[in-house]
Nanobody, 123 residues
Framework: QVQLVESGGGLVQAGGSLRLSCAIS????????LGWFRQAPGKIREFVAA????????YYADSVKGRFAISRDNPGNTLYLQMNSLNPEDTALYSC????????????????WGRGTQVTVSS
């Protein structure tokens, strides 16, 4: 069974940076994408970024493109999200998840959700 544990969240001023980590234990069934999602208070969970199992391809929501970067380490045990130029609209609970099928991009395409790490950006 796959377990994901996020870390690295915190309070940061607008314009600052944070690096989130997602520790992956166990081997997912199927070598599908890994993803980051976020949920702000009163809003639905939304896609942030995803990376192919090989790490060769990355995908981003328009709202974070050019500011965030998703990556994974070579053994594949840790997923990262480097977040730069943060703004208050990025405030949310950030969670990582494992793709359940090829070309996973929506919330319904992912599973084995971590509990999340809170990111708060002050203005």
């Amino acid at each position: 069974q796959v377990q994901l544990v996020e870390s690295g969240g915190g309070l940061v001023q607008a314009g600052g940076s944070l690096r989130l980590s997602c520790a992956i234990s166990g081997r997912p069934v199927g070598n599908y994408r890994l993803g980051w999602f976020r949920q702000a208070p009163g809003k639905i969970r939304e896609f942030v970024a995803a990376i192919s199992w090989s790490g060769a391809s990355t995908y981003y929501a328009d709202s974070v493109k050019g500011r965030f970067a998703i990556s994974r380490d070579n053994p594949g045990n840790t997923l990262y999200l480097q977040m730069n130029s943060l703004n208050p609209e990025d405030t949310a609970l950030y969670s990582c998840a494992v793709g359940l099928r090829p070309y996973a991009t929506t919330v319904a395409d992912f599973g084995s959700w971590g509990r999340g790490t809170q990111v708060t950006v002050s203005s």
